[in-house]
T-cell receptor, first 115, second 112 residues
Framework: DTAVSQTPKYLVTQMGNDKSIKCEQNLGHDTMYWYKQDSKKFLKIMFSYNNKELIINETVPNRFSPKSPDKAHLNLHINSLELGDSAVYFC??????????????FGSGTRLTVV | GDSVTQMEGPVTLSEEAFLTINCTYTATGYPSLFWYVQYPGEGLQLLLKATKADDKGSNKGFEATYRKETTSFHLEKGSVQVSDSAVYFCALFTGGGNKLTFGTGTQLKVEL
């Protein structure tokens, strides 16, 4: 049983296209996140949702739109894809928002390549 | 703001060598500290954590001690194996930031 699952694992698409990445967690956690990992392995938070409500929205282009239909799902939709969007996108979850002692559980990542 | 500084990699060691990966932090509040490991092609896995000063986190032979006086959380292992080859991330969490902030990662390569 995968705790945090993302689909697809790989995504290759052309510039200008619109694509979505889906994430689901079966841990019963309240809070979910999207992180972007660039080619140098640097991880940066993009969004955080707590019980379907947007809590953190870092300076991310508005071409990126997260959607949380329920607290177990957090999807990421990207419009008008650009070459610079190529990266690995990680979904993560935590028990509650602001809980300092337990860390996050991460999915296995979606490698997005824009050509 | 919160930040984490890790030693640059890659770190290349022979099997059974001693490992230290340095991590220092700057935090506006009282952080919890974490080490995550990313094996090739996989997501991040929590390796160990510490939530208060002088706590020692340990797992799979890895250890790190929360040093408030030096704002450090260095990762150590007495005898590395080829299977430990991965990227290691130091991270912190504060209630003020309300997010896990990562260092840049340190790649470890262990050779026979």
């Amino acid at each position: 049983d995968t705790a945090v699952s993302q689909t697809p694992k790989y995504l290759v698409t052309q510039m200008g296209n619109d694509k979505s990445i889906k994430c689901e967690q079966n841990l019963g956690h309240d809070t979910m996140y999207w992180y972007k990992q660039d080619s140098k392995k640097f991880l940066k938070i993009m969004f955080s949702y707590n019980n379907k409500e947007l809590i953190i929205n870092e300076t991310v282009p508005n071409r990126f739109s997260p959607k949380s239909p329920d607290k177990a799902h957090l999807n990421l939709h990207i419009n008008s894809l650009e070459l610079g969007d190529s990266a690995v996108y990680f979904c993560a979850s935590s028990r509650t928002f602001g809980e300092r002692g337990y860390g996050y559980t991460f999915g296995s990542g979606t490698r997005l390549t824009v050509v | 703001g919160d930040s984490v500084t890790q030693m640059e990699g890659p770190v290349t060691l022979s099997e059974e060598a001693f490992l230290t990966i340095n991590c220092t932090y700057t935090a506006t509040g009282y952080p919890s500290l974490f080490w995550y490991v990313q094996y090739p092609g996989e997501g991040l896995q929590l390796l160990l954590k510490a939530t208060k000063a002088d706590d020692k986190g340990s797992n799979k032979g890895f250890e790190a001690t929360y040093r408030k006086e030096t704002t450090s959380f260095h990762l150590e292992k007495g005898s590395v194996q080829v299977s430990d080859s991965a990227v290691y991330f130091c991270a912190l969490f504060t209630g003020g930031g309300n997010k896990l902030t990562f260092g840049t990662g340190t790649q470890l390569k262990v050779e026979l």
